[in-house]
């Protein structure tokens, strides 16, 4: 369905958000990096692949953890990881037990912290630098 705006035609899809997973530290330096998570199509999180690229942090596994959002929350489950999988500060202890989390919950693998957004589109083409130990958006 599209609805006329002005002059301009919007997509009443272009307004849904699009959960995800937002990288905002990995390795050692701070990081920017917009992971989409569409409804019920799990992402593994990892060095070889992390929603499209690799992570560059020696401490995370090769496929470390993998994320599922299911429309209400999102399933965070370790993929039997060397150094573990964290959300909300709890370790998932039992790779075979998923953690839950909502909105604004911080997933920890390795030494790269993930932030759960209900929309990432606005930090797709975001970038990061950093200046004097300062983050820049």
Do not use: W
Request: one cysteine or more; proline letters at 7%.
């Amino acid at each position: 369905m599209s609805t006329q705006s002005g002059s301009h035609f919007e997509s009443s899809a272009e307004a849904d958000p699009l959960p995800g997973a937002l990288l905002v530290f990995s390795g050692t330096a701070p990081q920017l990096r917009a992971i989409p998570l569409p409804r019920n199509l799990p992402v593994v999180l990892g060095r070889d692949d992390a929603g499209g690229a690799a992570l560059p942090d020696p401490q995370t596994s090769g496929q470390h953890c993998e994320i599922l959002f299911d429309g209400r929350e999102f399933i965070v489950r370790d993929l039997k990881s060397r150094n573990g999988t964290s959300v909300n500060g709890t370790q998932i202890a039992d790779p075979a037990k998923p953690a839950h989390a909502t909105y604004g919950g911080v997933v920890r693998i390795g030494r790269s912290l993930f932030l759960l957004c209900e929309d990432v589109r606005r930090f797709q083409a975001a970038t990061v630098t950093t200046s004097d130990k300062r983050v820049i958006g």
